[in-house]
């Protein structure tokens, strides 16, 4: 690979880099070479060194003597970049850097240049040149509206302009890394518009994410890295979302097996009269033993409230809920438990886990009366019953006392199923149960929702990753404009079906 | 499959000094117990520093000065372990003094019915605090610097500006006598830990608590009746203030319209300082009662080797933001070393075992 001569439209290529910190090698050889007017992803689980090389271009890690690198065809030192080279690159970080409670145009004028600290504001000028600047990316955003209103990929492309700014030639590459939440499909397709145009203006972009059929779908060529070292560079117009899947981890992952289909005459578990709150209206479904139903659609049509009401998160203002027999018209967290409904949050930051609690306290906290002998919480019944369920989740490793906040996000989510597999609940509620979790541990964690599907649990998963949910359900349900518009099954679950059906309105219209 | 189940095989106790020693030995490393290591270091320090420092007289009046201080601050670590600020402790410590005070020299009242009483005007402030920041969903912050306010204003008001005297013989021997040649205020101190301590390390009631305070929402999914605790947070840090109150008249032998805002500070120092003791990360009761007494003897020393009035002052200004600072190091340092999943291989859940709990 080294031998190929040098090409002059590469916006950024390295070779040969690495970078080690004290007992670890981070980077190990790496090479990556970013060309002019492309979208390049870079891909790999956590601790595969993607941050580390990020964090090389940018100039705060110092890699390793022996590696060079071109910007735009002029060979420059990494670690030693000139302030004028490292301007020539922009990143935007996961936190996008935003200030929530501004205004669009506050944000994009924060640190405004050209402008004394005291100078009055001249409102009407700024939100006209804001205007002018969105157009520039083709974005239709009112540059008052509240940041923290906007939707995930407004909130990106405002981060995305605010980074480059008003774009001059200097601006060679922009780095996104892990630049939005998870998407739903037609955000990615304004995404993937926004970053065309940016690309249009002579901007190479690099783009980090783990969703990777966001990437497949906006990539045009893809970097894999495994354990510090280059795996392969992939053209994202032919590779399956299957053969990313086995580079990133380095062997085939083993796809759940999709539980098995159960038979007409298991009983209902949950049933849902026309339930309703703020953002749905009138949903009925039910749901047998055995069964596994997806509930999706766009963000913002409804399927996402579902979870909240059923987990008693959010009360909801009418419809019944049938839990095993219980008909509830209204439902508290312990009301649900009680009833044999356990639902996981989606947020898991705020709802679903105490960052500094313990894995033990954070799984026992529902139900600590079980554990309360003699006057005192019995700590070795805690610990017993906790590493029972840590094995049945494959918390690895299975250490009770750990921090939540110490874990990785594919240990926090499986601490949360065992925290709601403790409680023996017959239906169980998932909301997003993969989000921001690694590859590895994701498989692992549908495995784990399909053998609780086969051996009898009623499970719902309210997602928006349409593969996860061909892979798992018997029966998807698709949201539009706050009521459930479908409902597929069978042969009709499909990946393109359901995004299809998420969006048919919208065709429509 | 090839995984091997580690369920029921957890090693016990026994009476290998290695296993001992690997459960005690973490249980006495500088970084969960530097507090104490700091107590003894200062500690033989002003013994030699200082002729009068290692003496019987000190050291008790170290220990009984600082009882009400440590009171105050167990209280206040209750809100904090809810993760709510009480920054009324010392109006309410004030009010309690004052309204004691008359119940008894004005009102002819029996200590005990005035010690109820005065409780009883701790627990309504409280209620008050809870009420404030869980319903009307003020922050407590400011719901608390508010409240404070006006207790100082009730503070004048009742008192009309003026100490009160003719407090009771039987009433100062509450805190003035000694068991076994230890002073009363001792053992109060030591009690009040045990049942807090109890309380909040042992029981579910403490386990929501600490719930309630690191992730409101979180607790409140999982089925604990959040608004309840915090009030219940609220009231059990003002009745304590009250009795800390009760206990200052009680040394002095007069109610004092001064008394309370001398307390703020320290409490809070010992607080925050508490949290990075025993439990790091989390406030404890232990780590209180340590810091409270770390503090207060790290001044006095420098108190006999001369130092100015000032000093308390800027030693405790200077604890509070050490403490502070030095959890705020200690999470961070946690967070770089997070552990990972050992990838893909062979952690399959086994469904088979699901179903045997």
């Known amino acids: 690979m080294t031998t190929r001569t040098q090409q002059p439209e590469a916006a950024v290529r390295i070779e040969g880099l690495s970078k080690t910190f004290p007992g670890q090698r981070a980077l190990d050889d790496v090479s990556i070479e970013i060309r002019r007017g492309e979208i390049h992803a870079l891909v790999g689980q956590n601790g595969s060194g993607k941050s580390t090389l990020i964090k090389v271009l940018s100039g705060f890690h110092k890699p390793d003597e022996g590696s060079q690198a071109w910007l735009r065809g002029e060979q420059v030192a990494l670690g030693g970049l000139s302030d004028e080279q490292l301007g020539t690159m922009r990143f935007i970080h996961q936190d996008l850097a935003l200030v929530p409670s501004l205004t669009v145009q506050e944000n994009l004028h924060l640190g405004g240049v050209g402008r004394g600290v005291l100078a009055p504001i001249d409102g009407r000028g700024e939100r006209q040149s804001v205007r002018e600047l969105l157009r520039t990316f083709d974005l239709e955003i009112d540059p008052k509206a509240i940041v923290s209103s906007l939707p995930p990929f407004e909130r990106a492309a405002v981060a995305i302009v605010r980074g480059l700014g008003a774009v001059t030639d200097d601006v060679n590459l922009l780095v996104l890394d892990e630049p939005t939440a998870s998407l739903g499909a037609a955000e990615s397709e304004q995404l993937f518009r926004t970053l065309r145009r940016v690309n249009e203006l002579g901007v190479a972009i690099l783009y980090v994410s783990h969703f990777l059929n966001e990437v497949l779908e906006i990539a045009d ?82 399927y996402e409230r579902i979870p909240d009401c059923l987990g008693g998160s959010m009360p909801f203002d009418g419809g019944a809920v049938t839990v095993d027999g219980t008909t509830l018209t209204s439902l508290t967290p312990s009301s649900a438990v009680a009833a044999g409904m356990v639902a996981m949050p989606a947020d898991r930051r705020n709802l679903g886990l105490i960052a500094t609690f313990t894995i033990t306290e954070n799984m026992t906290l529902p139900d600590l009366a079980r554990n309360f002998r003699r006057g005192r919480i019995d700590r070795r019944a805690e610990d017993r019953e906790v590493r029972h369920w840590l094995d049945v989740c494959g918390v690895v490793p299975p250490d009770p006392n750990r921090r939540i906040d110490q874990l990785s996000g594919g240990n926090q989510q499986k601490v949360m199923f065992a925290k709601a597999l403790r409680l023996e609940p017959r239906v169980l509620v998932l909301a997003e149960p993969t989000q921001a979790v690694d590859i590895g541990a994701a498989a692992s964690i549908r495995r784990l929702i399909s053998a609780l599907a086969a051996r009898g649990h009623a499970i719902v998963i309210a997602s928006s990753d349409p593969e996860e949910l061909e892979e798992l359900c018997h029966r998807v349900l698709v949201t539009r404009d706050q009521r459930i518009a479908c409902e597929l099954q069978g042969s009709e679950i499909s990946e393109d079906r359901i995004v299809f059906e998420c969006q048919f309105e919208g065709a429509q219209q | 499959m090839q995984k091997e189940s580690t369920g029921g095989t957890a090693v016990e106790g026994g009476g290998n000094p290695l296993t001992a020693w690997r459960r005690i030995g973490p249980a006495l490393s500088p970084r969960k117990i530097s507090g104490v290591y700091i107590l003894l270091a200062l500690i033989v320090f002003y013994s030699l520093a200082t002729t009068t420092f290692f003496e019987t007289t000190t050291l008790r009046t170290i220990a009984t000065e600082q009882a009400i201080t440590a009171i105050v601050a167990m209280g206040l670590t209750v809100a904090l372990a809810a993760g709510v600020f009480d920054l009324s402790i010392a109006g309410t410590m004030g009010l309690a003094n004052i309204v004691v005070a008359k119940l008894m020299a004005d009102g002819g009242l029996d200590p005990v019915v005035a010690i109820l009483l005065t409780l009883i005007v701790g627990a309504f402030i409280g209620l008050v605090n809870g009420l404030l920041v869980t319903k009307a969903r003020i922050d407590p912050f400011i719901a608390t610097l508010g409240t404070n306010s006006i207790l100082l204003a009730a ?73 309840r605790y915090v009030i219940g947070a609220f009231v059990t840090s003002a009745v304590v203030a009250s009795l800390a109150g009760i206990l200052v008249v009680s040394t002095i032998g007069t109610g004092s319209t001064e008394v309370g805002a001398s307390y703020l500070l320290p409490a809070f120092a010992a607080g925050f300082l508490g949290a990075t003791q025993f439990r790091p990360g989390r406030f404890n009761i232990w780590g209180t009662v340590l810091a409270v007494y770390l503090l207060a003897t790290g001044v006095k020393g420098l108190v006999l080797m001369g130092a100015d009035v000032w000093v308390p002052d800027l030693f405790n200004g200077l604890a509070l933001i050490v403490a502070v600072g030095l959890s705020g190091i200690q999470r961070r340092a946690k967070r770089k070393a997070p552990a990972r999943t050992s990838g893909t291989g062979g952690a399959a859940p086994d469904p088979k075992q699901a179903g045997e709990a």
């Open chain 1, 221 to 302: 060529r893809i970097s894999v890295l495994r354990d510090g070292r280059n795996v392969c560079v992939l053209d994202a117009k032919t590779t399956s979302e299957q053969e990313l899947i086995s580079r990133i981890v380095g062997s085939d992952v083993t796809v759940a097996e999709p539980p098995p289909v159960p038979d007409g005459d298991q009983e209902t578990l949950l049933q849902v009269d026309g339930l309703y709150c703020a953002g749905l209206d009138e949903a009925s479904f039910s749901v047998r033993a055995g069964e596994v139903v997806g509930l999706t659609g766009l963000q913002g049509s409804g």
């Open chain 2, 155 to 227: 503070i004048f008001v009742v008192s009309n500006n003026q100490n009160v005297l003719g407090i009771p013989g039987s009433f100062q021997s509450i805190a003035g006598n000694e068991l076994l040649g230890i002073p009363l205020p001792v053992f109060y101190v030591l009690g009040l830990a045990l049942l807090l301590w109890y309380v909040l390390a042992c029981t579910p009631l403490g386990r929501r608590l600490y719930a309630t305070g690191g992730g409101r929402e979180v607790a409140r999914l999982a089925g604990v009746p959040t608004t």
